[in-house]
């Protein structure tokens, strides 16, 4: 590549989140437990990398439960599934195992609490993402979906006074807090929640990227074009002014985006895994090396779905029926999950 950039800033933290993790580490322990296929609604997590990596070990990715042949393992993705999805798998499926993140399961209960007490939701969130489908189906007739960029619009409430405000949770900052100034404004008693609907994991990579927005005259923000935290990344940079851009890998790459930056910015969204985040930097090829910009450090875990564990626990007993027993002070599978990351589990399976 003929341009060289001096340097290259890396965003802490980027790159996977404890959810992504956890439906990763999940989908591969489906893959290790059960023949293939196995049936997994909606993609797993939104990266065309980590969907093709699952598809080679015989994982089905479907957008329709229907699609489920009766009685085949099945898993829901950590985007969230609609009441009526989880029980049309619960009536096909053998084994369904939810692995849908924590965080949108808590708007998932806000919005069932909110329609109940009788208030009308705004939702603010993309339109046919899978997030929102899925909180969407909580509550269809007390929720009002509205896009972040357009806001409020024509909603109007049946009582002013009982109006909440829920949100997908990879929204960008901004847009979110746009809509929140507005919907105060209108509705004085508005309900919305404490800190938010979105989720740490979108906050932290979005304030790493306008820091960066601050020293770089480009950005790279490796993920899919599906997936709305990535998105929501490229236009905290472009907000700020800042040439930014989307690439699945470094292949998209184009030579001309280099040709006159000095210092390039890179991060990754919430699915996509680190090993593109390499690649990327290895392709920049920055005349000074790379350097890291730390905003804050990442501690959550999300343990796997309950339903898996119990797979797990059998599976470890038969395991160890065959083998010395393990001594009971010594970790079992499921005590070593935290250190047990989804880099790890996909190179597990092969990829
Ligand atoms: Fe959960 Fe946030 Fe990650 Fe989505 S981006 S899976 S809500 S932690």
Redesign the pocket.
Known sequence: MAAMPDRLILAEPRG?????E??IKALTWMVRIFEPPIYCYHQI?HNEWVVAAFERVGVVFVDDISQVPEGAPVMLS??GSAPQVVEEASQRAAVVIDAV????TKVHHEVRRLAERGYDIVYVGHRGHD?AVGTVAEAPHAITLVEPETGLGEFQPKDPEKVALVAQ??LGMYEWEEVLRSAKEAFPGLWTARKSDL????TNRQSAVAKLAELCDLILVVGSDNSS?TQALVRVARERGVEAHRIDSAAEIQPGWLEGASAVGLTAG??APDHLVAEVIERVAPRFGFEVLSVTSEG?Y?PLPPQLRGFVTVLQTVVEAGLTARPPTEPGWLDRDREWTAARALELIGT
């Open positions: 996977f989140c404890a959810g992504v956890m439906a997590v950590a985007h993140c924590p965080l949108v997030e949770t990879t989720c740490y994991a979108t935290n919430a699915s959550e999300f």
